[in-house]
């Protein structure tokens, strides 16, 4: 039964860091089934909102199900406020949605930033609990490796290309020593003032051999 178990583990690396003007996060793309490589281009960052976006550590089908319903909460919040919804209000109604299936919970990690007023960035486990606001944080098996790198060169009120630079080089660092980390590349985007936005493929490259 323990064979078994430790087989249907997988394995992922995400980052989140707060920088001077807006919140970056990312993730590599691959999803393991146990020994097998079932996708080399996951998509582990999910757009909540023009403003708000969440790394997934965790079973994809439970992590896509919670993506869902979230979206249509803040979705249902715009409609009856007339605003979008605050990043510490997004954060809380996450955090009860987690708590009320904590018998029976989602298993996944997440990790959730944006930008309203000020950059924000926050952190789950499946129960619910919700940290303080970090200024970095790494989640998923390659996470040891990752935070070696943040931990050394997070710098408060780095500029926006620093924090690029810097998680794209963490989680690439992550994907030399983590076996369930890789795929055909990673995701990075930036949510500032102006919105959601993802970085080019091209330019992450660049980031990685800088």
Sequence with gaps: MNDKIEKLKTGTTTVGVMC??????????????????????????????????MTIAGMQGDAQALGRYIKAEYKLFELQEGKKISLTAAANLMSNILYSRRFYPYYVQLIIGGYDKEPKLFIFDPTGAISDEKEYFST????????????????????????????????????????????????????DSKGYKKIPDEEVKKLIKN
Excluded: C, W
Aim: proline fraction near 1%.
């Design 20 to 53: 001077k003007d807006a919140v970056v996060l990312g993730a590599e793309r691959k999803a393991t089934m146990g020994y097998l490589v079932a996708d080399k281009n996951a998509q582990k960052i999910l757009q909540l909102d023009d403003h708000i976006a």
């Design 140 to 191: 998923g098996s390659g996470s040891p490796f990752a935070l070696g790198v943040l931990e050394r060169e997070f710098k408060k009120d780095m500029t926006v290309e620093d924090a690029k630079n810097m998680v794209a080089n963490a989680i690439h660092s992550a994907t030399k020593r983590d076996i369930a980390s890789g795929g055909s590349g990673i995701n990075l985007v930036v949510i």
